[in-house]
T-cell receptor, first 117, second 114 residues
Framework: AQSVTQLDSQVPVFEEAPVELRCNYS??????LFWYVQYPNQGLQLLLK??????LVKGINGFEAEFNKSQTSFHLRKPSVHISDTAEYFCAVSDKNSGGSNYKLTFGKGTLLTVNP | GAGVSQTPSNKVTEKGKYVELRCDPISGHTALYWYRQSLGQGPEFLIY????????DSGLPNDRFFAVRPEGSVSTLKIQRTERGDSAVYLCASGTGLAGAEQFFGPGTRLTVL
């Protein structure tokens, strides 16, 4: 079984400031890692994912995340945020070695990023 | 191309009633997932279909919940004898089923049980 902890439920920042949204996971098996974003009144959209290889992954809209196996973390970062980045961000994992093709996601509770002018 | 669609977008029902929630996945996607998102929580897995069969229904909370995907495309989540605790946003996602592949989410159905 897996679990995902997003340590901050809300993160307010000013426009053009850097931001880091924290994610830690617990799992007895190897996992794939994902960040999804949910803009107001919209569905979940994939920001980026880590499958293997380089631990720094880049996603859409200037976001990046770094996988740290020893700390079981996958923190999301952006060097300069915009008003339009205001949204809820979800970290998720799936079992790398699932039986068959079932890659169901286990999500954290989400972090609401609010970018203020 | 068209994304994942879900109908209805909103459903208000009374305690004890039966409801059906529909999901139209992206054409050609064999993997289909249902999740439930309660207020202030992340989505929680309910059931997974590979093709027509429910390959994993371990997330269904009890036997009032049932889902089908008879032709390997559209899926319907059925809830019998609804309870106030069933109120949530029900999300559907589809994908290729390949390792690490993206799941594409629909906009969800907001179910309110009065």
């Amino acid at each position: 079984a897996q679990s995902v902890t997003q340590l901050d439920s809300q993160v307010p920042v000013f426009e053009e400031a850097p931001v880091e949204l924290r994610c830690n996971y617990s799992s007895s098996v190897s996992v794939y890692l994902f960040w999804y974003v949910q803009y107001p009144n919209q569905g979940l959209q994939l920001l980026l994912k880590y499958l293997s290889g380089s631990t720094l992954v880049k996603g859409i809209n200037g976001f990046e995340a770094e996988f740290n196996k020893s700390q079981t973390s996958f923190h999301l970062r952006k060097p300069s945020v915009h008003i339009s980045d205001t949204a809820e961000y979800f970290c998720a994992v799936s079992d790398k070695n699932s039986g068959g093709s079932n890659y169901k996601l286990t999500f954290g509770k989400g972090t609401l990023l609010t970018v203020n002018p | 191309g068209a994304g994942v669609s879900q109908t209805p977008s909103n459903k208000v029902t009374e305690k004890g009633k039966y409801v059906e929630l529909r999901c139209d996945p992206i054409s050609g996607h064999t993997a289909l997932y249902w999740y439930r998102q309660s207020l202030g929580q992340g989505p929680e897995f309910l059931i997974y279909f590979q093709g027509t069969g429910a390959a994993d229904d371990s997330g269904l909370p009890n036997d009032r919940f049932f889902a089908v995907r008879p032709e390997g495309s559209v899926s319907t989540l059925k809830i019998q004898r609804t309870e106030r605790g069933d109120s949530a946003v029900y999300l559907c996602a589809s994908g290729t089923g390949l390792a690490g592949a993206e799941q594409f989410f629909g906009p969800g159905t907001r179910l309110t049980v009065l």
